[in-house]
């Protein structure tokens, strides 16, 4: 049964840190990644898409990374900004299960 | 485009009852999944369904059930209503090709079910 883990569960940072979240899974037979984020109450907005032949994706200030060998992601956030100020949550397909997601918050 | 959409926004039903929750995907998408969000944790999987057909389940009772339609959108019924259903259930589409290659998935903005 694969398992999905994010640490930290939350992290605070001051405006303008470079910070990388951390998402590991156990079984590597996974399709792709999704990187996603999530504001308090809404819907789920995609972030990166990184399939399982892929080793990183890359989309303005974020830049994910996969490597399934070692079953980790990570997520590069530069330049962080307030408005990054939200729970960032991977997950992995074969069935779609997500880890319990990193609590951002950047302060001006 | 037209994003994914979710009706009713907000819902307040009492234990025992039923209730059906709607979904319109993403213009061209084929696939359409379910996720429950209990508070503080990430979603989690109900199922999905594939051209009208359920492509897989995750841990719910058969309580849960669903349908796709020709036009790929969907329905999530929960019968029985338990107090611990009260969640943001959340539903994403996706375009599969013909060779089950998977897809980005977008999320609607959810409908958020209390359960009295």
């Known amino acids: 049964k694969q398992e999905v883990t994010q640490i930290p569960a939350a992290l605070s940072v001051p405006e303008g840190e470079n910070l990388v979240l951390n998402c590991s899974f156990t079984d590597s037979a996974i399709y792709n990644l999704q990187w996603f984020r999530q504001d308090p109450g809404k819907g789920l907005t995609s972030l990166l898409l990184?399939?399982?032949?892929?080793r990183e994706q890359t989309s303005g200030r974020l830049n994910a990374s996969l490597d399934k060998s070692s079953g980790r992601s990570t997520l590069y956030i530069a330049a962080s900004q307030p408005g990054d100020s939200a729970t960032y949550l991977c997950a992995v397909q074969t069935d779609m299960r997500f880890g319990a997601g990193t609590r951002l918050t950047v302060k001006p | 485009e037209t994003g994914v959409t979710q009706s009713p926004t907000h819902l307040i039903k009492t234990r025992g009852q039923q209730v059906t929750l709607r979904c319109s995907s993403q213009s061209g998408h084929n696939t359409v999944s379910w996720y429950q969000q209990a508070l503080g944790q990430g979603p989690q999987f109900i199922f999905q369904?594939?051209?009208?057909?359920?492509?897989g389940r995750g841990n719910f009772p058969p309580r849960f059930s669903g349908l796709q339609f020709p036009n790929y959108s969907s329905e999530l019924n929960v019968n029985a209503l338990e107090l611990d259903d009260s969640a943001l259930y959340l539903c994403?589409?996706?375009?599969?090709?013909?060779?089950?290659?998977?897809?980005?998935?977008?999320f609607g903005p959810g409908t958020r079910l209390t359960v009295l």
């Open positions: 990184i399939q399982s032949s892929q």
């Open positions: 369904y594939y051209r009208e057909e359920e492509n």
């Open positions: 994403a589409s996706s375009l599969v090709g013909s060779g089950r290659t998977y897809n980005e998935q977008f």
